[in-house]
C-alpha cells in the first residue's frame, strides 16, 4: 500500500519500494554497515540475474494508515561498535526519509544478520 501525502495542490502517492530503495540507500551511506542481508530471496536472486542493482535488498516497509515501520536486516564490519552502526544507521535513514521524501518514520528497526570480516588486502 503505498503512502499518501495530501498537500493543497494535489495529492502524493509514494511506493513501499520506493521507500524501500531510498532508506536502503541511507543505510549503505554509513560506516561500518558492509551490506543488506536479502529478506526476498527469490526477488533478489532474479535481479541478480538479469545483473541489476537491488538498493531495497534487506528492507521492508509497513504501511498503516499514518503510521510507517522501516525494517533493516544488516551485515555489520568485524570490530566495529554494533550498537553505534545500528543507531547510526536508524538515525540516517529517519533522517533521509524526512528530508527527501517528507515521510515520518515512526519506527526503524535494525536486525543485524551478521558480521563480516574485511579481507587483507
Same mark, same amino acid.
Given at each position: 500500500? +503505498?503512502?499518501?501525502?495530501?498537500?493543497?495542490?494535489?495529492?502524493?502517492?509514494?511506493?513501499?519500494?520506493?521507500?524501500?530503495?531510498?532508506?536502503?540507500?541511507?543505510?549503505?551511506?554509513?560506516? =561500518?554497515?558492509? =551490506?543488506?542481508?536479502? #529478506?526476498?530471496?527469490?526477488?533478489?536472486?532474479?535481479?541478480?540475474?538479469? =545483473?541489476?542493482?537491488? +538498493?531495497? #535488498?534487506?528492507?521492508?516497509?509497513?504501511?498503516?494508515?499514518?503510521?510507517?515501520?522501516?525494517?533493516?536486516?544488516?551485515?555489520?564490519?568485524?570490530?566495529?561498535?554494533?550498537?553505534?552502526?545500528?543507531?547510526?544507521? #536508524?538515525?540516517?535513514? $529517519?533522517?533521509?526519509?524526512?528530508?527527501?521524501? =517528507?515521510?515520518?518514520?515512526? #519506527?526503524?528497526?535494525?536486525?543485524?544478520?551478521?558480521? $563480516?570480516?574485511?579481507?587483507?588486502?
Amino acid at each position: 500500500m +503505498p503512502k499518501t501525502i495530501h498537500t493543497e495542490y494535489g495529492t502524493i502517492s509514494i511506493a513501499e519500494d520506493v521507500i524501500a530503495t531510498v532508506a536502503g540507500l541511507a543505510a549503505m551511506d554509513c560506516y =561500518g554497515l558492509v =551490506g543488506m542481508a536479502s #529478506r526476498k530471496q527469490v526477488k533478489d536472486s532474479l535481479s541478480e540475474l538479469l =545483473g541489476r542493482d537491488n +538498493p531495497g #535488498r534487506g528492507v521492508e516497509v509497513r504501511i498503516s494508515g499514518e503510521d510507517v515501520q522501516v525494517d533493516l536486516y544488516i551485515v555489520v564490519s568485524y570490530g566495529v561498535n554494533i550498537y553505534e552502526v545500528a543507531q547510526n544507521v #536508524r538515525d540516517k535513514v $529517519r533522517y533521509v526519509l524526512n528530508e527527501s521524501i =517528507g515521510i515520518a518514520v515512526d #519506527r526503524v528497526n535494525i536486525f543485524v544478520q551478521g558480521v $563480516r570480516v574485511a579481507a587483507e588486502r
